[in-house]
Structure formats: structure tokens, C-alpha cells
């Protein structure tokens, strides 16, 4: 499965990423996060590339963890996340770029959804398009 959704926020891009780049804010934004937690630091200390964030969601009731290790970590420019652990493979891609009405953001999320969901990929592929707009679209009002 492959999903790119963009939005334009009327704000910088520092502004912008130094929200969205901050795991203390991903419960704040991103659709479906109900916690987040910086559970590995970087090589050298704090955040950035080798940084581990363990993020908390209830689907149907059920607590689902993954922990995503930062592979790549350039602000304000961008972010790549990759599932170190979880129900499945998953990379996430977060990129702010100038724009003409502020910040061009990006998410773009790659997933083996395995065997037994492939048959449901378009499906998936609709609801996770559909929580990524919503994720952009809180990150614009929680900026706003």
C-alpha cells in the first residue's frame, strides 16, 4: 500500500515542522494517536536519527503499539519514520516545503499490509488517505 496526501498551511514551514517534527505533539494531530513517547534517544542523546517513539492507538477497543525509529531527520524539511514493531511494515514520510500560502505538507505512508489484508488494500488504502487528510487538517487548525 502507498499513500501520499498534501495540504497547504497558512503558517511557515518552521513553524510547521517544528509542531509536527515534535513526538510531544503527534497526540495532538495525527488521526487515531492517542499517546506517544520518546522510548529510545538518538545516537548522541535526545531526538533525531536513531530516536525511538512508541505510539499508542485503540482500534475496536484494542491497543495497538508501534515503535518507530527516525531513519531520517532533517528539519524543517522533513522526517522519515520506519515500524521497528507493530501489527505490520510500516514507513512514514512527513516533508514541509515553502509555498505561496505558507507550508506544502506532506505524509506519505508505505505498508505491507501481509497476506491476509491484501485483498482489503483499496479499502485500507481509502481509510488510511481519509485519516491522513484528518491529520493534516488538525495540524492546520491546531496551528491556526
Known amino acids: 500500500m502507498d499513500v501520499r496526501v498534501e495540504q497547504v498551511i497558512a503558517s511557515p514551514p518552521e513553524r510547521v515542522a517544528g509542531y509536527a517534527m515534535d513526538w510531544r505533539h503527534d497526540a495532538e494531530w495525527i ?6 513517547e520518546l522510548s529510545a534517544e538518538a545516537d548522541g542523546g535526545g531526538f533525531g536519527t536513531g530516536a525511538e517513539i512508541t505510539r499508542t492507538s485503540y482500534i475496536l477497543g484494542r491497543r495497538i503499539d508501534y515503535v518507530f525509529q527516525v531513519v531520517d531527520y532533517a528539519p ?6 520506519r515500524a521497528v514493531a507493530g501489527p505490520f511494515p510500516m ?3 512527513f516533508q514541509f516545503a ?3 500560502g505558507g507550508t506544502l505538507a506532506s505524509i506519505h505512508v508505505r505498508a505491507a499490509a501481509g497476506r491476509y489484508l491484501r485483498i482489503g488494500i483499496p479499502v485500507l488504502r481509502t481509510v488510511v488517505r481519509s485519516s491522513l487528510r484528518r491529520s493534516l487538517r488538525a495540524l492546520a487548525r491546531n496551528l491556526g
Open 98 to 100: 515553502e509555498h505561496a
Open 31 to 36: 488521526n487515531g494517536i492517542h499517546s506517544a
Open 91 to 93: 514507513d512514514s514520510t
Open 76 to 81: 524543517p524539511g522533513r522526517i522519515e519514520l
